[in-house]
């Protein structure tokens, strides 16, 4: 089975500074994995994906995230954070496709305050 | 463009009464789904479906039910079994193949028992 864990469950930040929103997953089969953006009363949006290849991947928005399969990461970045950045963040794993359906896995979210 | 509709985005249902919650996409996705949101506790699978005419309970299928006729629709029906029907229901659709590309998501519709 498939586990995904976001250590902090709100994280403010600065306008302009760093942040790092922490994502850890557990799984005995290769993964996939996802960040996903929700703004207030809208659906998820994809921020960026890892399929293979690269650890370091680039998404929209100005953010990033690198897997590390040895620590079982997944750690999402922005060097410079905006106002309109505030959201919830959500981290994602999942395997290919069974028989069964999918198997994607959510964390439980991590709030992004930006504050001014 | 492509994409996913849900509607209405607000509904309010009356004890005893059910409703029933519209997602249509025209993605050409063969797979949808329905999440459950509610505060602080991330998102919950209610049903899924890869294929037309057929679809599987998730995680908390009680007091819901869904019909998969066309591949575009996947309404869900939330029933008066369901006892706390207040929270935050999203759509999604998918490819289905050896890689999971990650799902693409309606704007959802906040259901609220009055």
């Known amino acids: 089975a498939q586990s995904v864990t976001q250590l902090d469950s709100q994280v403010p930040v600065f306008e302009e500074a760093p942040v790092e929103l922490r994502c850890n997953y557990s799984?005995?089969?290769?993964?996939?994995l996802f960040w996903y953006v929700q703004y207030p009363n809208q659906g998820l949006q994809l921020l960026l994906k890892y399929l293979s290849g690269s650890t370091l991947v680039k998404g929209i928005n100005g953010f990033e995230a690198e897997f590390n399969k040895s620590q079982t990461s997944f750690h999402l970045r922005k060097p410079s954070v905006h106002i309109s950045d505030t959201a919830e963040y959500f981290c994602?794993?999942?395997?290919?496709?069974?028989?069964?359906?999918?198997?994607?896995?959510f964390g439980p979210g991590t709030r992004l305050s930006v504050l001014p | 463009d492509g994409g996913i509709t849900q509607s209405p985005k607000y509904l309010f249902r009356k004890e005893g009464q059910n409703v029933t919650l519209s997602c249509e996409q025209n993605?050409?996705?063969?797979?949808m789904y329905w999440y459950r949101q509610d505060p602080g506790q991330g998102l919950r699978l209610i049903y899924y479906?890869?294929?037309?005419?057929?679809?599987q309970k998730g995680d908390i299928a009680e007091g819901y039910s869904v019909s998969r006729e066309k591949k575009e629709s996947f309404p869900l029906t939330v029933t008066s079994a369901q006892k706390n029907p207040t929270a935050f229901y999203l759509c999604?659709?998918?490819?289905?193949?050896?890689?999971?590309?990650?799902?693409?998501f309606g704007s959802g519709t906040r259901l609220t028992v009055v």
């Open positions: 479906s890869q294929i037309v005419n057929d679809f």
């Open positions: 799984s005995s089969v290769s993964v996939y």
């Open positions: 993605l050409n996705h063969d797979a």
């Open positions: 999604a659709s998918s490819i289905v193949s050896g890689i999971n590309y990650g799902y693409t």
């Open positions: 994602a794993v999942s395997g290919s496709f069974d028989n069964y359906g999918q198997n994607f896995v």
